[in-house]
C-alpha cells in the first residue's frame, strides 16, 4: 500500500473523491518494480478502482505471472504500450477515454511511456505527454503511476521525471518532487523543426487544391514504397492537416514529404500558431470540430511533432513505412 510521505496520495475534493495524483516511480531492478507496481494494482482493485496498465510487453509479462488470478479481473486492463502508446498523443487520447468513462469514481493509471531503444524524436515528445498530463487530469479522481527504468534511461530522462511530475515515488512513500516545472518542460520541447531540403512540397491555398494534394501525396508514397493501408493513412494525415490550416489561419499550408528511415513524414506549415498544448491529444467529441482534425492525425500517426509560435506552426506526422505489396493503381 502507497503511504504518503510528504505529499497526501487521499487529498480529497469537492465530490468527495481524492485528488488528482500523478507520481514518477523511478525503478532499478525488476523486484523493485514488482513490489511497487502489483501492490498499487491490488489496493485498487481491493477498493473497487478500475486500473488501467500500460507498460512494455517484457514488463506486461511479469505483471500477468505476478498478478496471477487478478489479471482477468474485469476491473483491470492490460495493455501493451508499444501498441497503444508509440505515439505519445495517441496514449493521452487511451487515457482520457479511460478517465471519461470512470468520471465519476476513483481510477488508477499505469505507464510506461519511456522505454530504452526509442528515437531522441521520442523522447521529446514522451517528456512533452508527461508535462501535458497534469493540466489534461487536473481534478479528475485519477493517480497515475508513470515508470521508469532508472539502470536503463539516461540521466536526462530522470530529470525530466522529476521535472514534469509532482510528486515522486520513494521508499515506498510519496514526496513532492522539488524540480516539478512542467511550464518549463513544455517550453523546451516546444522546439522548432527544421524544413527538410530533400522534401518534395506541394502548396494547398485553398479547398480546391485538397484533392490534387492527395494525390501528390499517394503518387510519393508508391515511389517510396508505403504499404496500401499506410498511403490511405497517409491521405487521410494530409487531408486533416491542410484543411485544420485553412479552416483556422489567413494563409496557405506548405505540405512536405520525405522519407526518414523507417517512417514517410508528412509536414505540414502554415503562418497560425497553436494556443492550447492539448488540442488534437483529447477525443473532443461531436461538439468539438476545431480539434477533430488534429485527433484524428494523432490517431493515425506513430509520433507527432509540433512546435508553434509567433510566425507559425509546424507539425510533422510520422507514419513507419511497410513494403507495399504491389503498385499503386
Same mark, same amino acid.
Do not use: M
Given at each position: 500500500m502507497m503511504e504518503s510521505g510528504s505529499a497526501e496520495v487521499t487529498t480529497g475534493t469537492g465530490n468527495g473523491y481524492r485528488a488528482f495524483v500523478h507520481s514518477a516511480f523511478l525503478f532499478r531492478s525488476q523486484l523493485e518494480y514488482l513490489d511497487a507496481v502489483v501492490p498499487f494494482i491490488l489496493e485498487g482493485l481491493a477498493t473497487d478502482e478500475p486500473v488501467l496498465v500500460a507498460v512494455p510487453g517484457e514488463y506486461l509479462a511479469l /505483471?500477468?505471472? +505476478?498478478? &496471477?488470478?487478478? &489479471? *482477468?479481473?474485469? &476491473?483491470?486492463?492490460?495493455?501493451? =504500450? +508499444?501498441?497503444?502508446?508509440?505515439? %505519445?498523443?495517441r496514449f493521452l487520447a487511451v487515457?482520457? *477515454?479511460?478517465?471519461?468513462?470512470?468520471?465519476?469514481?476513483? +481510477?488508477? =493509471?499505469?505507464?510506461?511511456?519511456?522505454? %530504452? &531503444?526509442? *528515437?531522441?524524436d521520442e523522447f521529446v515528445a514522451c517528456t512533452q505527454h508527461e508535462a501535458l498530463v497534469n493540466s489534461a487530469?487536473?481534478?479528475? %479522481?485519477?493517480?497515475?503511476?508513470? /515508470?521508469?527504468? +532508472?539502470?536503463?534511461l539516461g540521466e536526462d530522462i530522470l530529470a525530466s521525471a522529476r521535472a514534469t511530475h509532482p510528486t515522486l515515488y520513494e521508499g515506498g512513500a510519496l514526496h513532492d518532487s522539488p524540480d516539478y516545472a512542467p511550464g518549463e518542460v513544455l517550453a523546451r520541447c516546444n522546439q522548432p523543426l527544421p524544413a527538410n531540403p530533400g522534401a518534395v512540397t506541394y502548396m494547398v491555398r485553398k479547398s480546391d487544391d485538397l484533392k490534387p494534394a492527395r494525390s501528390f501525396a499517394v503518387n510519393y508514397a508508391g515511389w517510396v514504397g508505403l504499404s496500401q493501408d499506410g498511403i490511405e493513412d497517409l491521405q487521410l494525415v494530409a487531408t486533416e492537416l491542410a484543411t485544420n490550416s485553412l479552416m483556422y489561419t489567413d494563409g496557405a499550408c506548405r505540405l512536405a514529404f520525405w522519407r526518414d528511415d523507417d517512417y514517410l513524414v508528412c509536414e505540414a506549415r502554415d503562418s497560425g500558431r497553436l494556443d492550447d498544448p492539448l488540442v488534437g491529444r483529447l477525443d473532443p467529441g461531436p461538439t468539438g470540430p476545431a480539434s477533430r482534425g488534429l485527433f484524428l492525425v494523432n490517431a493515425i500517426s506513430d509520433l507527432v511533432r509540433t512546435h508553434t509560435g509567433s510566425t507559425g506552426t509546424t507539425i510533422q506526422a510520422? /507514419?513507419?513505412m511497410t513494403p507495399s505489396s504491389g503498385p499503386v493503381g
Open positions: /505483471l500477468r505471472k +505476478a498478478l &496471477g488470478g487478478h &489479471g *482477468s479481473t474485469s &476491473g483491470l486492463q492490460l495493455v501493451d =504500450i +508499444a501498441d497503444v502508446g508509440r505515439n %505519445p498523443s487515457e482520457g *477515454s479511460f478517465a471519461q468513462e470512470n468520471v465519476d469514481r476513483p +481510477a488508477r =493509471i499505469v505507464s510506461q511511456v519511456f522505454w %530504452p &531503444g526509442r *528515437s531522441s487530469f487536473d481534478g479528475r %479522481p485519477l493517480t497515475v503511476l508513470c /515508470l521508469f527504468d +532508472a539502470q536503463r510520422y /507514419l513507419r
